[in-house]
């Protein structure tokens, strides 16, 4: 941090995409199209290779096959790509959010409640009760985990009038709500 910024790869301007693995690619589709309201961009594949190429590339076994990938955009926020693999050695449980690699995809909208409803009228697994932050560097933030019909967790996320840690730095974090900033 000679400069005051910190240390970063050279060029580095952010996230382009995020990438998951699903159990099928068009159940996946349709939930990220028509409930969330995702726009489904392109597809590459199927991959397959007889050699080490997909252990050498991917750290995968190296006889998997790649079925299909296909490309999103989600409102303002990182592009995102979902694969379906087949492969001798595949895991087919979730992972959860305490497993090593467990993650989870965050939405952000600016009507919570409206969002939230919207998923209920679609019949996607809620859990738990909304949270809302009322102290602390998230105040100002509501949020709630949700299920996508393959178990994958993904959150709803709103905070219209900011978090409370912006009230003692002017540095922020990216946000979907200004995202030129």
Not at 23 to 37: C, H, I, K, N, S
Not at 58 to 67: A, D, F, Q, Y
Not at 142 to 171: C, H, I, N
């Amino acid at each position: 941090m000679a400069d005051g910024r910190p240390n970063r790869m050279p060029g580095l301007r952010g996230v382009e995409h995020v990438g998951f693995t699903v159990p099928d690619l068009e159940q996946a589709t349709r939930f990220f199209v028509d409930v969330l309201g995702c726009e489904a961009f392109y597809d590459l594949g199927p991959f397959q290779f007889d050699d080490d190429w997909m252990s050498r590339q991917l750290n995968v076994h190296p006889r998997t096959v790649m079925k299909n990938l296909r490309f999103f955009r989600c409102g303002h926020g990182p592009n995102f790509e979902i694969f379906e693999y087949e492969a001798p050695d595949q895991r087919k449980a979730q992972p959860k959010n305490s497993d090593i690699g467990g993650h989870h995809l965050a939405f952000y909208t600016d009507d919570f409640h409206g969002a939230l409803n919207w998923l209920r009228d679609h019949d996607v697994e809620i859990l738990g009760e909304p949270v809302v932050r009322h102290q602390g560097p998230s105040a100002g933030q509501t949020w709630v985990y949700f299920l996508a019909p393959w178990g994958m967790q993904l959150e709803l996320v709103s905070f219209p009038d900011g978090k409370g840690y912006e009230m003692t730095t002017d540095r922020r974090l990216w946000t979907p709500v200004n995202p030129s900033e």
